[in-house]
Structures are given as structure tokens and as C-alpha cells.
């Protein structure tokens, strides 16, 4: 009896070491690890237009491109170059939607029908991603110049005043059309400009309206204080009838008055300028215009501010070269950028 017990317990010590034992049986063996199918990418090359009939397709005549709009394919971001071209790099096969980043378009302008991308193109293929404006049945690619005397050019060379800079600006960086057209006329007031203002937009329908008054609302007494002069409710005005007709409003900032004009007079009157100013540019950026900020402009300009003008209030060429540019950037420059408007709001 003692050797059978003897003989039991050696067994099972045996089967518990793992010598053979059922135990050993259920240890599952590891599996392999997958390795993932590497995912199939391609370029993708395209451009970003004006899309004026907001079709979605690049018509005959739509020659405007749109330069440094940030776009997302597939999880790709690119840029458009000078010439409204991209090209995505290593975007993933499959049908991507193509987004466009809002803040890097310029004032106004939006996405249009945008498509989705079967990746890969076709050979030589490219994507058109089309822009639009909200200006209705206007005429695309137009700009009324809105104003007195100053807007008429007075002062210039052949009285070009800003227009003809600023058209070739446009021209130039749309790559494109662009056409300025004058509708200044001397003397007047922002009350004649919000009496008019509807007559003008109906006979010529422009895309946008450049709108310039105020100089002349200092001749009379009332505007010798901000607070009882009628510039910023007539501009408001102004703004809302552009609106209405479908056409994009531009304020420009009232532009200073010669410093060498009967100092004491002119330092009155640049104070009230500043002082207008000051309450335009809100005003004007809440009712949803543009602003461009001549004024600034031109008292940034190298040159002393005597320098650029021909008389007490009438720039010269290069005073009018600075408003052509302050105009022109205020119309391109994309949303996410600082206006340099903005610092009439710290002065």
C-alpha cells in the first residue's frame, strides 16, 4: 500500500512540471501581426476662378483667377499661386470633397459649387474650384467711383486721380478684367451722394461702388462737430442703397487736408477728419462694407503729407497713387487678414 501511494503522487507531481500534461495543451500559440496594405495617393492639380454666372464651370470670358485661397483635398492643404493654380500632393484614391478655408478668400467673395474629386484624374486633368460674388444680374468685374471732386480726380495728371492706378492694379492682379468707372462730381456734399447714389447704381450696375465723400461736408457749419454733422448718416445711407441694388459697398475714409493750408484752419479740419473717421469705420464695417482707409495710407506714405497734394484739399499723382493702392488692397486682401483701418480704432 505504501509504494502504490508512493507511486500516485510521483505521477501527479510529474503532470503539474508540465511533462506532457494537459495543461500544456491550452496555451494558445500567438497570431501573426497584419501588415496593412500601404493606401494608394496621387497628385491633384487644379485652379480656383471667378465663377461670374456661378455655374460651376469656367465659361468663356471668366478670366479671373483667385490667388492664395488655402484649400483641403483629402486631408491635403494647398495653396493657390499668382495665377489662381494648385497642386495637392499624396492625396488619397476615393472621392474627395474639396474645401476651400473662408478666411483666405478675399472681401465678399465665397464658395461657389465646389466639387468632389474622383482621385485619381484622368490624365492631364484639373480641378476647376469656382468662387462667387453676391452682386445678383450686376455687371462682374466693375467699379463705380463714388465722390466729389477728389473722386473726379482733380489735381491729376490728365484727372485720372486714383482710378487709372487702381484699375491697373486689378488688372493686374486678377489677370484679368477690372474696369473703373468715374462718377465724381465736384463740390458736392454726402447728402447730394445719398440722393444720387440710387440713379447712378440703376444706369450702371456695377459689381462694387467705391464710395468717397465728407471733404466738402466740413464747409458748412454743422460739420464743424462730428456729433451735428450728417457725413456718417449719409453714408449709412449710402451703404444700404448699394445693398439693396445688389452692388458691394466700399467707404473710404475721408482723406486729410493739406497741413499747409492756414495752419490753424488745418489742424481744425484734419481733427474733425480724424474724428469722422473714427466713428465711419465701425459704422461702415457693421453694416458689412468694405473700408479702405485712404487717410491712413497716406499719412503713411514716405514723403511729408504737404508733398502730395496741389492745393488745401486736392491730392497730387502721388497722393493719388496712395489712395489707388489703399483702395486696392482693401479689395483684395483676404478676410483673414488685419485691415490696417483697424488702427483708427487704437488711435
Known amino acids: ?20 500534461g494537459p495543461s500544456a495543451a491550452s496555451v494558445p500559440a500567438p497570431s501573426p501581426t497584419a501588415v496593412p496594405t500601404p493606401a494608394s495617393v496621387h497628385p491633384v492639380s487644379g485652379v480656383v476662378f471667378y465663377d461670374e454666372n456661378a455655374n ?5 470670358g471668366e478670366d479671373v483667377r483667385i490667388p492664395h485661397v488655402v484649400l483641403t483635398l483629402g486631408g491635403r492643404s494647398t495653396e493657390s499661386d499668382a495665377e489662381g493654380s494648385f497642386a495637392a500632393t499624396a492625396v488619397p484614391a476615393g472621392t474627395r470633397p474639396v474645401e476651400i478655408r473662408p478666411e483666405s478668400l478675399p472681401p465678399q467673395f465665397r464658395a461657389g459649387r465646389v466639387p468632389s474629386v474622383a482621385v485619381p484624374l484622368p490624365e492631364g486633368a484639373r480641378v476647376p474650384v469656382p468662387v462667387v460674388l453676391p452682386i445678383g444680374t450686376n455687371q462682374p468685374n466693375t467699379y463705380l467711383a463714388f465722390g466729389d471732386s477728389i473722386t473726379a480726380g482733380d489735381g491729376s495728371r490728365g484727372s485720372r486721380g486714383y482710378r487709372s492706378a487702381l484699375q491697373s492694379s486689378l488688372r493686374e492682379y486678377w489677370g484679368g478684367r477690372a474696369e473703373v468707372w468715374n462718377d465724381g462730381i465736384e463740390s458736392t456734399r454726402s447728402d447730394d451722394g445719398r440722393d444720387r447714389i440710387a440713379g447712378s447704381l440703376a444706369a450702371e450696375r456695377p459689381a462694387y461702388v467705391l464710395i468717397l465723400y465728407g471733404t466738402n461736408d466740413w464747409n458748412l457749419s454743422a460739420c464743424h462737430r462730428v456729433i451735428t454733422c450728417f457725413t456718417i448718416e449719409n453714408t449709412r445711407s449710402m451703404i444700404r442703397q448699394a445693398k439693396a441694388a445688389g452692388t458691394i459697398p466700399v467707404v473710404a475714409t475721408i482723406i486729410p487736408v493739406n497741413p499747409a493750408y492756414v495752419n490753424r484752419l488745418a489742424d481744425e479740419r484734419n481733427f474733425w477728419v480724424d474724428e469722422t473717421n473714427k466713428a465711419l469705420v465701425p459704422m461702415a464695417r457693421a453694416e458689412g462694407a468694405i473700408v479702405a482707409d485712404l487717410n491712413l495710407a497716406m499719412k503713411m506714405e514716405s514723403p511729408p503729407l504737404v508733398d502730395l497734394f496741389t492745393d488745401h484739399v486736392h491730392p497730387n499723382d502721388r497722393g493719388y497713387g496712395a489712395m489707388a493702392d489703399a ?18 480704432d487704437r488711435r
Open 1 to 20: 500500500m505504501k509504494g502504490a501511494l508512493v507511486l500516485a503522487v510521483l505521477v501527479l507531481l510529474l503532470g503539474g512540471c508540465g511533462h506532457g
Open 56 to 60: 460651376g464651370v469656367i465659361d468663356d
Open 327 to 344: 483702395f486696392f488692397r482693401a479689395l483684395t486682401q483676404p478676410v483673414g487678414t488685419t485691415p490696417a483701418s483697424q488702427a483708427l
